[in-house]
């Protein structure tokens, strides 16, 4: 992915979902092996003065809606992703800005996933995120994503 | 608790957290037995015109911490409150202004946990929160909070 798609999906995020932009979420690198996101603390802190909770949840959960989003895209189809459940770890305090980088938990998944999307119109595929803050794991999401493939305009 | 003291935990919260802010949340009831938040759709809308299931996670996670924060406070209790994990199930699209209400998942357990707290310093409690649309449940979340104990001025 280039820097002009990085910016791409930048401004589809801020535009879409505006608590991206109201995050000061960024677009590190966006490639179908991993999506990394980056957020400033100041607009993420707590009352603790670390990175809140929620901010931790949603930085994760952008970075894997746009990697299954980015490789659905390049698979030429015409799809609606949902979230259908997570799970998040909080494992240390964040206390600078911070990145999430997702990935598929199971790449060799992903072909089967097209399959049942392109017969039966829907499925289902896993997504991890790790947040970062230097050298310090501040998090770990997992994501279950239900695509839905869309025909015609919708 | 008084609408006095409704409008000052949304204060707090706006305050320190200010992506509670950015989400417009507002706090409808809080009690010992329930902590009810609000968030308006617009600044919490994806790019599918619902809500954006990181704000619907954000509001859950917020009504949980808001709970065991007012229960601690009213047993006079100085304390550090931290999320150390969640699972979040979104069920429905949420099509406009929604709700979360946190409760402890075991009432019983309230007991327990604030001995714990006092005897060894650090206790473990695990909140639900219902985020609703209407009459729709749009999404259910458990989160497990930690609270460290606080002695003197931090």
Not at 55 to 64: F, Q, R
Not at 75 to 101: C, K, W
Not at 144 to 151: G, N, T, Y
């Amino acid at each position: 992915m280039t820097a002009e798609s990085a910016r791409a999906l930048e401004t589809y995020l801020h535009t879409h979902i505006p608590l991206s932009a109201a995050m000061q979420v960024a677009v590190v690198s966006a490639a179908a092996e991993a999506v990394t996101l980056a957020a400033p603390l100041a607009p993420n802190i707590n009352h603790r003065s670390t990175a809140f909770g929620g901010s931790v949840s949603t930085l994760a959960i952008l970075s894997a809606w746009s990697l299954v989003n980015l490789r659905l895209n390049a698979e030429g189809l015409h799809s609606r992703l949902v979230i259908q459940s997570n799970h998040m770890d909080y494992d240390a305090p964040i206390e600078s800005d911070f990145t999430a980088t997702a990935t598929l938990a199971d790449p060799a998944a992903w072909p089967l996933f097209i399959k049942m999307l392109q017969r039966k119109g829907r499925a289902r595929i896993v997504v991890q995120s790790r947040v970062r803050c230097g050298a310090v794991t501040g998090g770990r999401f997992e994501g279950e994503f239900v695509a839905f493939r869309l025909d015609g305009a919708t």
